[in-house]
C-alpha cells in the first residue's frame, strides 16, 4: 500500500461486499466464490523448512553497542536489505506495554457490531476507513481480510470522521504508537543511508515531513484457508514499512527464492520491510520484496502496519551515488504523489507497481 489518502475515489462498480466477520460468524463454513482464488493463485500451506528465516537486526546494537558491535550490525543490516528485503527488528526501543496498546485498541475495534465499525466505512476506491481496499472490479477476487485504514501524518492527510471513537483511547494510542514507530523508522532509514556508504541523514533531509500511514488488518478464521488469500501478492509503495503482527498465528509470507517463506512471529519484534521506493533509490540494489498473507483454519490474526514514505512532492529518481556505467538507471525519475496515487488506484498484483516507472530495456537482436 502506499498512503496517497488524498487520491479521489473514481465512480466504481464493485459489487456488493460482504463482511466476512459477520459471515464467519453465521455461517462458518461458508466460503464465497468471490474469495476463492484461482487455481494459480491458491496459497501453499505445507509447512516450510525453518532454515529459511527472515533476519534478525538487534537495533540497540546499531545504536547503543560498541564500535565493533554497531559495525558487525550495520553489515547484519546490509545483508538483510540486499538479500531479503525483509527483517525484523528487536530491542527497537519501543515498549512492550505500547505494542500491546495498539494491538488491544485495534482488536477491541474489529470486535465492535457491525453498524458501529461501518459509522467509519471506506467508500469503493477509497483507501481510509473501514472495508476493503484495493477493490475496483466487480469480477475482482476478494481478500480474506477486514481493514482499517488511516492516514496519520502529514495533519493534511488525516480524516479525522475516520477515526474510531469507541474505544475512546483508540487516536491518543494511535498517535503515541505512530510517534514511536516514525523515530525508529528515522534510526532504522540513517543506519540504512549509513550502510550504503551515504551521509546518514540523507534520506531524512529527501523525504521531507514524511507521509504516514496506517493500516489495521484483521483476517478471521477461514473453513478453507487453502483456497483463499488473506491478502493478495503485493510489494508496498513505502519506502519501509512496520509491520506488527500476532504472536500467535502465522500468515505473512515473502517470495523468496521462487518459494513463499512465512515470517515466523517473535514476540515484541517488528517485522521491516522496504518499500518500492527504496528499490528505486538504490537503484535496485535492495529490491521491495514480493508478500501476502495466507488465512489459518481455527484462529483469527491481526496485523498492525505502518507505511512509511517521502512528501508527496519529491521528484524521486536512483540515487546519483548508485548509478554508473556498469548500474546504468533502471527507474525513471517521476514526482513521488503521483506515484502514490497510481498504486492505490490499481489492485495489488505482485510487483506491478513498479512498471510506473521501470526502464525497460529492449534487448536488440
Ligand atoms: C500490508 C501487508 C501483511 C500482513 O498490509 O501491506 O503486507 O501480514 N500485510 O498483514
Ligand atoms: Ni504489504
Known sequence: MAPAATATPPALNIGQIDDIQELRKAKPMIVPDRYVRGMDERPTLAPISSSMNVPIIDVSKLVHGTQEQSQQELENLEAACANWGFFQVVN???DAALLESIQKVAMEFFNLPLEEKEKYPMPPGGIQGYGH???FEEEQKLDWCNMLALGVEPPFIRMPKL???NPANFTETLDLYSKHIRVLCQTLLSFISKGLGLKPDMFHEMF???VQAVRMNYYPPCARPDLVLGLSPHSDGSSLT???QDTNSVGLQIFKDNTWV????IPNALVINLGDTMEVLTNGKYKSIEHRAVTNKDVDRLSI???YAPRYDLELGPLPELVDETHPPMYRRY???EYSRHYVTNKLKGKKSLDYCKIQTVVSS
Request: net charge neutral; glycine share 12%.
Open 242 to 244: 512496520v509491520l506488527q
Open 208 to 210: 521531507g515531513t514524511c
Open 305 to 307: 502496519v505502518t507505511f
Open 163 to 165: 477515526w474510531p471513537t
Open 262 to 265: 512465512p515470517v515466523q512471529p
Open 92 to 94: 527497537h526501543g519501543i
Open 335 to 337: 514526482n513521488h504523489g
Open 133 to 135: 481496499a484495493f477493490v
